[in-house]
């Protein structure tokens, strides 16, 4: 049964000149001032959410980004601010970029907010698909291999200085402690200072590709998954929730299809659905000119690729368009009826979901996504009568 509904802003800024016919994506340059604006509107849309019965507000890590489309580089320091400028609301990190962090710093800065903020900020991990960002610092990732073998190794040290009271690592990568003498003494093991309070420790990861190998690691450690973008379109995802089952399965942890997943879906809501995909056009075309750039969209073509660069060109070629995603069930448009039954359809068909991801697209700006979100939460919402905001956990 789904009960909870949560939003992820990756930390787009108020864009201009969108769409297929508007500024090619590695044409934008944006005044710091407007970059910094990603910032104030995550708290505008954070603190209305909270207001609303919303379950968590999720951002998400990047850098670098100069064209204004993700603009947020510290998702643990930006909770912790909207955490003091919100009451109940989970705060989100969707993702932390592993690689690009030291493992055990990421699970310090994690630890030392959730203590914080007694428990209102949501783990997440991530492997990164920007090479700008992740080569930039140093780590692998147009090597996708070293990639995940990096990350692996980096979620099994954070997840053990979680757990353990004493912990030590060898492996590929890192060696924790070193072995140096330290006050009469050689370095044998560390403490993480502080842990979280709450342990287990609630984890999300994005399932994109959705490989056995993926699926198991994250079962392995209790890594929950957050399934949107290009798999939450048609049979796609009905496969990443088939597999994501068989691979609980496989490490005997029976789940029910759909448990301890998310399905995150772009949205936007008119008085029609015709209506809707006719305003929303042109932001789910500047959504496809900044994914499609990264190869994270599936069915997009090489040729299609260098068409969406092209202002001209592209008003006009065959390129992904909104009628498409929606009718792939990936694009949620319409009235409230039309979210609703969409949902609903969802819970039914999987009997242990119990939480939907809406957000928007990038380019809508902030007055149109506190619109949005403010008419989905008193329109949809109220449909799903155990809905229940979350309550903070009090530190004792």
Known sequence: MITKFDSLYAGHTDLDNIGYGGTPINERRYSNAHLATALSKAESMATLMDGLGYNCFWMAEHHFQREGTECIPNTILMALHLAHRTKNIKIGC????????????????????????GGRIVFGVGRGYHTREVETFGSPLRDQEANRALFEEQVDIIFNAFNNERFSHKGKYYTLPPEVPYRGYTLKELTLVPRPFKLPVECWQPIQGG???????MAKHGIQGMVGGGSAEGGAMHKVVLDWQTAHATLGKPIELGERLCFGFHFYMANSREQGMKEAAKY??????????????RAITEEQIEIMRDPKRAPNAKLPRIEDAVKAGGFLCGNADDLIEHIKALEKKYPGLDRISVSLSVGVPEKVALEQLDRFAKEVMPAFKEAKAPQPMLVR
């Open 211 to 217: 490989s056995m190998r993926a699926l198991e690691f």
């Open 284 to 297: 789910y075309e500047e959504n496809m000119k900044m994914f499609g750039e990264l190869r994270l969209v």
């Open 94 to 117: 969707g993702f932390n970029i592993t690689p690009m962090w030291h493992p055990l710093r990421l699970a310090e800065d994690f630890a030392t907010v959730d203590i914080l903020t």
